[in-house]
């Protein structure tokens, strides 16, 4: 099973509203990954978890807030975000960090 | 700075032709991935290459390493619709930073 899921598919919130995306594995990776993806443009890392610790951490602004509760999930709360974060959200895992890594079809994050 | 610099950034090409896409570092990486992204879904993993020189096959895809390990290669022969997709290349960067970065990416598109 190399299968990450991501839920939900969609999501579109108010500036001030706060929501959360959920990301799961169950391969034993322990290694797991937020990235966001702007049209057209390749991912771009936000947060690193290695063995349930934060380990990178690419200068994300405050209002995005990563959790990682246990070695499977991987939450991302989002709180008082702005239009310009509206993208598609990715969640990824691999064995160890720097290893090869296994998408989740993404949340399409809408911020009106 | 971009680490890994992939041409054409674009390529549109009639089915039942051939194409290479190159992934290119100035920097040396352990290994390297490659992956197809459709729109709105996440990156699919289509190969690891870890060894320079190495030359792995996949169907109608053919990936190579470079000797020092700072590019590769992806040729697809007798391009179909399906191939159509964001082809990214990505590994980990630096030694010891454990920072996982994507290529700028090439789009594919294969006319029937």
């Known amino acids: 099973d190399t299968e990450v899921t991501q839920t939900p598919k969609h999501l579109v919130m108010g500036m001030t509203n706060k929501k959360s995306l959920k990301c799961e594995q169950h391969m034993g990776h322990r290694a797991m990954y937020w990235y966001k993806q702007k049209a057209k443009k390749p991912p771009e890392l936000m947060f690193v978890y290695s063995y349930e610790k934060l380990s990178i951490n690419e200068s994300v602004p405050s209002r995005f807030s990563p959790e990682c509760p246990n070695s499977s999930l991987l939450n991302l709360h989002l709180h008082a975000l702005q239009p310009e974060d509206s993208a598609l959200y990715l969640c990824a895992s691999s064995r160890l960090q720097g290893y090869e890594q296994y998408f989740g079809p993404g949340t399409r994050l809408t911020v009106t | 700075t971009q680490l890994l610099e992939q041409s054409p950034q674009f390529l549109s090409i009639q089915e039942g032709e051939n194409l290479t896409v190159y992934c290119n570092s100035s920097s040396v990486f352990s290994s390297l991935q490659w992956y197809r992204q459709e729109p709105g879904e996440g990156p699919v993993l289509l190969v690891t290459v870890v060894t320079g020189g190495e030359v792995k096959k996949l169907k109608r895809l053919t990936f190579q390493f470079g000797d020092a390990r700072k590019d590769s290669s992806l040729h697809i022969t007798a391009a179909q619709p399906g191939d159509t997709g964001l082809y990214l290349c990505?590994?980990?960067w630096g030694s010891g930073t454990y920072k996982y970065i994507f290529g700028t990416g090439t789009r594919l598109k294969v006319l029937a």
């Open positions: 990505a590994g980990e």
